[in-house]
């Protein structure tokens, strides 16, 4: 059929912008999938490491807009681990902030000391150039924003006390902000070009506010100081097998300063990687002591040890033996 090509039949309607991005794993080869998905995750988004423990029965498929600075994409895909380890952005397009608005599944996001859990309806921004960690226990979809670290540094200020937090989508100015969000993704191939610089503003006006709106004040975080070292220690229990944890990690998982951290051990009569390190020479300790336990060495990596000399001197500190001899006795 011909086309109309008169002038008229342009000057009505604005130009559709095209999916900048469409990719898919559906016409591989099996065992293509995972490495192709993480070739094209890399590319696109970050530096990181994929894994899926369903092997030659991984999905994953993602389409890709552009709205000025702002890339807005849609990702459906089967179980994965997400891990980013390195420090430093590769690339302008690497040295940005990620919101997500998570549409079916769940997921956990790892970053700064916290983590989020989300559930289909939640948001969440985490910085795509520093060490992160997101973890898909089951198939999901969900919409994530790119954003330029200065574009959104330049509404909210510093992000560190912001990452890996869970804004509820479904109330309040988070219900606003994902509202928007899923009615621009759903109506990306209607859309004019023109109108992209404007809607990216808006998305970020928005996303500011829900931000805003989660964000609680030090001042009510903080309590009594029996609450707070509390709270302290709950965070070091659920991240001593992380060999990064510190005392900065540790003061914003809990929302404190490092400096009211520090004088909560004191009064203890220690101080916090102290505490650290006896918790986790405890918990090798009571693994080396159970049935059929894992080589000492394996141990000590679970737990935050990645010297095992270094673990062998402490342990026998701690407790007047090493790891092997006590292993031993166990064994009989």
């Known amino acids: 059929m011909p086309q109309d090509s008169s002038p008229s039949s342009f000057a009505t309607a604005p130009l559709p912008a095209p999916a900048e991005l469409h990719l898919s794993t559906r016409h591989l080869r099996p065992h293509e999938r995972v490495d192709y998905w993480r070739e094209m995750v890399c590319r696109r988004f970050a530096e990181v490491q994929i894994a899926s423990r369903l092997g030659t029965d991984f999905f ?28 430093d952005a590769r690339s302008e397009s690497e040295d940005c902030y990620f919101a997500v608005l998570l549409l ?20 969440a921004i985490y910085d795509g150039a520093r060490p992160h960690r997101l973890i898909f226990p089951e198939d999901f979809s969900k919409l994530i924003l790119q954003i330029p670290r200065q574009t959104l540094e330049g509404r909210v200020g510093r992000m560190r006390h912001i990452t890996a937090r869970v804004i509820d989508g479904r109330q309040g100015a988070g219900a606003l902000a994902s509202g928007f969000v899923r009615s621009v993704a759903g109506s990306a191939s209607q859309l004019g070009l023109q109108h992209h610089e404007q809607l990216s503003g808006q998305i970020v006006d928005l996303l500011a506010l829900a931000i805003d709106g989660a964000v609680v004040p030090e001042s009510c975080v903080v309590g009594n100081r029996i609450q707070s070292l509390a709270r302290v220690k709950r965070f070091i229990e659920l991240h001593l097998g992380d060999c990064e944890l510190d005392s900065t990690m540790v003061a914003a998982g809990a929302g404190l300063s490092p400096r009211y951290v520090n004088q909560l051990f004191e009064e203890e009569g220690t101080s916090l990687m102290r505490y650290v390190w006896r ?38 500190k701690q407790f007047g033996t090493t790891p092997r001899a006590l292993r031993r006795q166990v064994d009989g």
């Open 279 to 316: 918790r986790r020479l405890e918990r090798c300790r009571a693994e080396l002591l159970a049935p059929q336990a894992l080589r000492s060495y394996d141990i000590a990596l679970r737990w935050g040890f990645n010297d095992p000399s270094h673990f062998s001197r402490a342990f026998r």
């Open 60 to 87: 994953g498929e993602m389409q890709a807009h552009q709205y000025a600075a702002l890339r807005l994409t849609s990702v459906s895909a089967k179980a994965q681990a997400v891990t980013r380890v390195g420090r």
């Open 104 to 123: 079916a599944g769940s997921e956990f996001i790892a970053q700064d000391g916290r983590e989020a859990r989300l559930l289909a309806g939640d948001m």
